[in-house]
């Protein structure tokens, strides 16, 4: 039996619950085998961000090495890259290698610190974007790579389209986390729009949900799953994280990576 693999390139949460260990929780639970390389270790928690060291370029590229030369992972993924020589050096190594690439174009936590370089963003737009085969911008990440406000649904549409036929990824998710009403997310895969919908959850407890998202697409594609239903699979898998919320940490808290198979806590 060979099991489906993915690769995070990512940064950390030493309280588990976004970066590179909300990624590997989500390939677990996907029954994906995960593998991670670290590119900045962050002390974090729910309450916010406290500090962040980033690795060395080379030390980063020895880590990618060491998965390459051993497990070819059939998707990576990308979180928080914070400097531009990260990204090049990612770029160069990923260039060559025929699996699939999901981009979770990090800039901002949701605490409000910076994760990424002001000048990078114009690396991802111009370096990683070209790549990918599916980008997973949030609205405020989104703005930031086609250079319009986005307010609405059809704002949304839009700028995955921009991302696809401009940027040139092979599909773009826009997520509606940060829009009003129903948390809407727009697929764009080159031909045509998809829409996944769920109830906006009233909740604090949504650190990370970007990177689960992320992470279960790149399990799905990793499974040879096709991107429409990779990126459904995300969603049911978020919104149950989202709903069966574990109240865990003192501030804005994690997501429940049982909640999708198991419908709720895993000890109830
Ligand atoms: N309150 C909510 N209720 C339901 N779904 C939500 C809610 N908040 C976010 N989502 C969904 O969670 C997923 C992640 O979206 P979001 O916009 O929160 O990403 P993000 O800002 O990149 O997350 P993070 O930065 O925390 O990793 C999307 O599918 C979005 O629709
Ligand atoms: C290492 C890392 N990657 C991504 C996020 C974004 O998650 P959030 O916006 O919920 O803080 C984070 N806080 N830390």
């Known amino acids: 039996m ?11 949460d030493p309280t588990g619950g976004a970066g590179i260990q909300a990624d590997l929780k989500s390939f677990q639970e996907r029954e994906v085998y995960g593998m991670s390389v670290v590119t900045s270790v962050v002390a974090q928690n729910t309450l916010g961000v406290q500090s962040i ?8 590229e020895k880590q990618l090495h060491a998965v390459f030369e051993d497990i070819t992972p059939d998707a990576v993924k990308t979180g928080m890259i ?10 160069k190594n990923l260039k060559d290698k025929n699996v699939h690439y999901v981009i979770d174009p990090v800039m901002v936590a ?15 737009r111009k ?8 980008v997973t911008p949030n609205v405020p990440e989104a703005e930031s790579l086609v250079g319009f406000e986005i307010h609405s649904t059809e704002d949304a549409e839009k700028a995955a389209k921009v991302i696809v036929n401009e940027l040139g990824s092979k599909a773009a998710v826009v997520k509606g986390g940060h829009l009003v009403g129903e948390a809407i997310d727009v697929l764009y895969d080159g031909k045509e729009f998809s829409y996944f919908k769920s109830e906006r959850f009233d909740t604090k407890h949504t650190h990370g949900t970007g990177c689960t998202f992320s992470a279960v697409i790149t399990a799905e594609l990793a499974k040879g799953k096709p991107i429409a ?12 994280a989202i709903k069966y919320t574990l109240g865990v ?14 419908k709720g806590l895993p000890n109830q």
């Open 2 to 12: 060979k099991v489906a693999s993915a690769l995070t390139i990512a940064g950390t």
């Open 53 to 60: 060291q980033h690795l060395p370029v080379d030390f980063i």
């Open 82 to 91: 914070a400097t531009i020589d990260m990204m090049e050096m990612i770029a």
């Open 110 to 124: 949701k605490s409000g610190h910076s994760l990424m370089e002001e000048q990078s963003r114009e690396v991802i």
């Open 127 to 134: 370096v990683l974007v070209p790549l990918a085969t599916v």
């Open 229 to 240: 239903e990779a990126v459904a699979t995300g969603k049911a898998y978020i919104s149950d």
């Open 249 to 262: 940490g003192k501030g804005n808290g994690p997501t429940n990576h049982w909640g999708y198979r198991l």
